[in-house]
């Protein structure tokens, strides 16, 4: 049997090893976040994967109904105006931000709990009891960030409208500083979520906090990171989504051979519904690759500043160590 060893959070990490360590954390704790973020995100994960997976299968349905209406552009329309529609929308909408919320509480308050007891050995009562009380600050959060960024929004297409008067070439220009700046604000304060639950601050403080952290220099060592992990999350969540444009591709190919329109039987359409349901799932549990990441660099950046984890040591000088599993630092 594997003997365990404590990953330090509390030191510095070049971009390799932070990468190198996210994966050595999920795979030595696969077991208990993994059963902690089936256990507490998975209900509403699950109904929220179900909500869409039903809503693409009526749409391909839809669709399917149209081409055979040679393009009914009533019936869409009727469809849009349904009491059915906005309700599948605003129930996705509730249930996406609800396993939004709940996998991000989840995972953030498994980390903190690590880091506390210096073990995998984590119960998912333990985690349970920190993610009732986060969750009302993520929710907060989440939706102040939503307003933040609506006011940032209208704040940089002013510069746009201005370009605009003076030619209309220069709207180009405009649209480009606009994706910047969001871009960049967004990784400014990528650390906000973990910092407001290990730190216990609120909102702004937080905000503040992770753009002061995350610009000492540290702007594109954090973009790095976020984009890696991100682009893994995507590419293994698409996978489930295969089999569903083999289906598409098939029957578009077999539309053109004949001359008929495109039609998707049940089966189809039900595989369809399975291939989004699971791809909506494996995304969202996924979402614990680039938020151990965003700890790891959080303890990074703030050991680089404050040398947190240096001082312990220099305190701990001549003590007798009391924690048997802790390992020996290796630089």
Request: hydrophobic share 50%.
């Amino acid at each position: 049997m594997e003997e365990f060893k404590v990953i330090e959070f509390q030191q510095t990490r070049d971009f390799s090893r932070k990468l190198n360590t996210t994966f050595e954390f999920l795979r030595q704790n696969f077991k208990s976040l993994g059963k902690s973020i089936l256990y507490i995100s998975g209900p509403s994960v699950l109904v929220a994967s179900l909500l869409i997976g039903s809503f693409m299968g009526e749409f391909l349905t839809l669709t399917q109904s149209l081409q055979s209406q040679a393009g009914d552009v009533e019936t869409l329309g009727d469809y849009f105006l349904t009491l059915s529609f906005w309700a599948q929308i605003l129930a996705m909408l509730i249930f996406f931000f609800i396993s939004f919320v709940v996998t991000i509480a989840t995972i953030n308050c498994y980390i903190n709990v690590y880091v506390e007891k210096r073990t995998n050995k984590i119960e998912v009562q333990e985690v349970w009891d920190r993610v009732r009380i986060t969750f009302w600050n993520y929710a907060g959060t989440t939706i102040l960030f939503f307003i933040a960024y609506v006011i940032v929004v209208i704040l940089l297409v002013i510069p746009m409208f201005i370009l605009g008067a003076i030619s209309p070439f220069l709207i180009f220009f405009g649209a480009i500083f606009l994706f910047v700046g969001l871009f960049y604000l967004a990784i400014s304060v990528s650390l906000t979520y973990f910092i407001q639950s290990h730190e216990k601050k609120s909102f702004l403080a937080a905000m503040v906090r992770s753009y002061r952290l995350v610009n000492n220099g540290k702007w594109w060592s954090t973009f790095g990171l976020l984009f890696l992990l991100q682009m893994i999350t995507g590419i293994s969540s698409y996978i489930f989504l295969i089999p569903y444009y083999i289906i598409v591709l098939t029957s578009s190919l077999h539309s053109v051979s004949t001359g008929n329109p495109l039609e998707m039987s049940s089966t189809m359409v039900t595989v369809s519904v399975i291939c989004f349901t699971l791809y909506y799932m494996a995304q969202m549990l996924l979402y614990s690759l680039p938020h151990v990441g965003i700890a790891f660099q959080y303890f990074n950046l703030v050991e680089l500043k404050e040398a947190r984890g240096l001082l312990s040591q220099i305190e701990t000088i001549g003590q007798a160590t009391t924690d048997p599993n802790r390992p020996e630092e290796t630089y």
